[in-house]
């Protein structure tokens, strides 16, 4: 007999998941061969799973990602790419974990790392629904603080191009969240304001 569709739809309409997800709904693990064989579930990577039918958005390696690290925190181009603050794809998703923390191992799609610890990793977090799943990622001043941190992973140019995009978001008033203060707010929590004070005011002036 072949195992009922009704818990996959549930499970995997909005996105990838997990074999562990079938315990929590009282479905036995067994059924994702069945429903493999039948062409309903494609296998993703190792314990991930996701519905053949739903087509992946362009972030959906970013759902997969946050599904195999939930404790990490999507971070600089990927954030940059979320907040609609650059125009260009980023070939890696970028994940911050803690300092002390073991690198996730994903094989499923390419993935850059980098760490933090304290009011670093911490401040300026928010969460976001994409596909299905909650996203950790760091909010658009965290973002763009991040890009000047960590500017030896992603270049100088690339910081100084996020700065200028997030102020012309300021000037447009695209929401509350971009603000030169709570840009110094995000900067110092990631100690980096002094190193970021004079590109921001010979953008400001």
């Not at 493999?36 to 970013?62: A, F, M, Q």
């Not at 994940?95 to 923390?101: D, Q, Y």
């Not at 910081?159 to 707010?185: C, F, G, H, K, M």
Request: glycine residues 6%.
């Amino acid at each position: 007999m072949s195992p009922p569709t009704s818990p996959l739809l549930n499970l995997g309409k909005s996105g990838p998941f997990r074999a562990s997800d079938l315990d929590a709904v009282g479905v036995p693990r067994t059924y994702l061969s069945r429903w493999e064989k039948r062409g309903l579930i494609e296998r993703v990577s190792r314990g991930l799973y996701r519905l053949v039918e739903v087509e992946p958005t362009e972030l959906g390696s970013v759902a997969e990602v946050a599904r195999r690290a939930p404790k990490g925190v999507i971070c600089l181009l990927t954030a940059l790419q979320i907040h609609d603050l650059t125009s260009e794809l980023p070939h890696a998703v970028w994940l911050m974990i803690p300092t002390k923390g073991h690198r996730p191992k994903i094989d499923f799609v390419q993935t850059e790392v980098v760490y933090a610890s304290g009011r670093a990793l911490t401040f300026g977090v928010e969460e976001r629904t994409i596909e299905g799943v909650q996203v950790k990622l760091t909010n658009p001043p965290k973002t763009v603080a991040d890009c000047f941190r960590y500017r030896n992973h992603i270049g100088m140019e690339t910081a100084y191009t996020a700065l200028r995009d997030y102020l012309r978001a300021v000037q447009s008033r695209r929401s509350r969240v971009y603000t030169i203060p709570n840009l110094v707010e995000a900067a110092k929590a990631d100690r980096i304001y002094n190193l970021m004070r004079p590109s921001l005011e010979a953008l400001v002036v």
